[in-house]
Nanobody
Framework: QLQLVESGGGLVQPGGSLRLSCAASGFSLNYYTIGWFRQAPGKEREGVSCISRTGGNTNYTDSVKGRFTASRDNAKNMVYLQMNNLKPEDTAVYYC??????????????????WGQGTQVTVSS
């Protein structure tokens, strides 16, 4: 079965850190650009970050710049999102999504070919 699976979410206090992982099952991430998205209750889904096939290109939405870092290990078929200095407004369900591409581009706007099921991140004291 071809799927992306996120993990690493949880409850953290403001100022804390979490690392989200996105694992590919049944296919190789080597040719996939990966985007991280989030959706808070009552809000539209938004692109948070993206990382290109090689990891050479990354991008972040303004609200997370300097706090979040995307990385990947293609040998392990994994992509990560390190989230530091978390704020209550970061609370959301986080999704990883991928699209195959021959270019080393970074995309964090839909449509994306494959989506994970999401992992909940809650930032609260």
């Amino acid at each position: 079965q071809l799927q992306l699976v996120e993990s690493g979410g949880g409850l953290v206090q403001p100022g804390g850190s979490l690392r989200l992982s996105c694992a590919a099952s049944g296919f190789s991430l080597n040719y996939y650009t990966i985007g991280w998205f989030r959706q808070a209750p009552g809000k539209e889904r938004e692109g948070v970050s993206c990382i290109s096939r090689t990891g050479g290109n990354t991008n972040y939405t303004d609200s997370v710049k300097g706090r979040f870092t995307a990385s990947r290990d293609n040998a392990k078929n994994m992509v990560y999102l390190q989230m530091n200095n978390l704020k209550p407004e970061d609370t959301a369900v986080y999704y990883c999504a991928g699209t195959p591409t021959m270019q080393d581009v970074c995309l964090m706007t839909p449509p994306m070919a494959r989506w994970g099921q999401g992992t909940q991140v809650t930032v609260s004291s």
